[in-house]
């Protein structure tokens, strides 16, 4: 559990309730500031580089508005086959993103920033894990995207959610698909002097 005499105010950067439910499943309490900024890549941006600049400036763009505070950023993306694949647009795209990862390996890589308001210290790093999808035919791919479930999450599925009925493989941290790698949030506390157990 977070001390508050010890902690500092842990602020999280974010408006995904996946992130918010779990810090709190490992009794972080915090505030919820969701950052505005813009997200997209630059050409030829590496994922990994792109995903860590993104939650570089969520907690920058907090940051800016507090006197203190631990402010905690992400940012979650797919890669297949080299290409970034974000959020469906609408209906038609969730369904054309399900039909590019049917029966495929793909990459989930979340960004995450921590920035220390007071002391101005930041740390940034990134996760990667490896989902096997199962093969999907069109009755499949309708129903899901007929319940709403991947509207707003990266690669157009939820793995905590109905999605999870289709991935059949992971190779890596489970958490880090949901959208935030707990223990890499961890390490990265660690290294400024914070630790999420007493």
């Known amino acids: 559990m977070i001390m ?3 902690q500092p105010r842990i602020i999280l950067a974010s408006a995904s309730p996946r992130r918010a439910e779990l810090l709190k499943q490992i009794g972080v309490e915090f505030e919820l500031v969701p950052s505005q900024i813009e997200e997209r890549p630059h ?21 800016r508005e507090r006197d203190s ?19 469906p647009q609408n209906q038609a795209d969730a369904h054309r993103l399900l039909r590019l990862l049917s029966g495929k390996w793909h990459a989930v890589l979340t960004g995450v920033a921590l920035y220390d308001v007071e002391t101005r210290h930041e740390v940034a790093d990134y996760e990667k894990t490896l989902v ?18 991947p509207m707003d999450k990266a690669g ?7 999605g999870g009925l289709f991935v059949e493989e992971i190779a890596g941290n489970y958490y880090n698909v949901v959208g935030l790698p707990i223990p890499l949030v961890y390490r990265l506390a660690r290294r400024l002097g914070y630790s999420f157990v007493s």
């Open 4 to 6: 508050p005499a010890i």
């Open 43 to 63: 050409p030829d941006e590496a994922p990994g580089d792109y995903i860590t600049r993104i939650a570089r400036a969520k907690v920058v763009a907090v940051a």
């Open 69 to 87: 505070g631990l402010v905690i950023g992400a940012d979650t993306v797919v890669v297949l086959d080299g290409r970034l694949i974000g959020k």
């Open 132 to 149: 096997k999808f199962a093969q999907l035919n069109d009755t499949e791919i309708d129903w899901y995207v007929n319940t709403g479930e």
């Open 156 to 162: 157009a599925y939820g793995i905590q959610g109905l």
